[in-house]
């Protein structure tokens, strides 16, 4: 990384993708500077910018938790799945038993 001087344009665009869920480190290696740069970028515009990294990892954090709760209600209706399948045939075999008991 060197040290480049990054335009308001750049700085623009580049709290823009924050904003959108972008990831600073990701954009520090694209535009050719460290993630300090950006930092402190957003600590100069704190008034403003302060909680666009709260924004920002909060935004990561709702997805993980969306992508977990997907996984937890597959599991759960695979489980629920098995219990009534087996439910069924258990009933299915008490109600042959009985009729084979009757039938004798």
Do not use: C, P, W
């Not at 300090?36 to 957003?42: L, P, Q």
């Not at 009729?99 to 004798?104: D, E, I, M, P």
Request: charged fraction near 30%.
């Amino acid at each position: 990384m060197t040290n480049t001087k990054l335009s308001n344009e750049q700085l623009d665009e580049i709290e823009l993708r924050l904003k959108e869920g972008e990831k600073v480190n990701d954009l520090a290696a694209e535009y050719g500077v460290t993630g300090k740069t950006i930092y402190n970028h957003i600590k100069k515009n704190a008034n403003t910018d302060g909680t666009l990294l709260e924004l920002n990892r909060l935004k990561r954090e709702n997805k993980a938790l969306k992508e977990l709760v997907g996984i937890v209600t597959l599991e759960l209706n695979k489980e629920k799945n098995f219990f009534n399948q087996t439910s069924s045939t258990s009933r299915a075999k008490q109600n042959f038993a009985g009729r084979a008991f009757q039938n004798l």
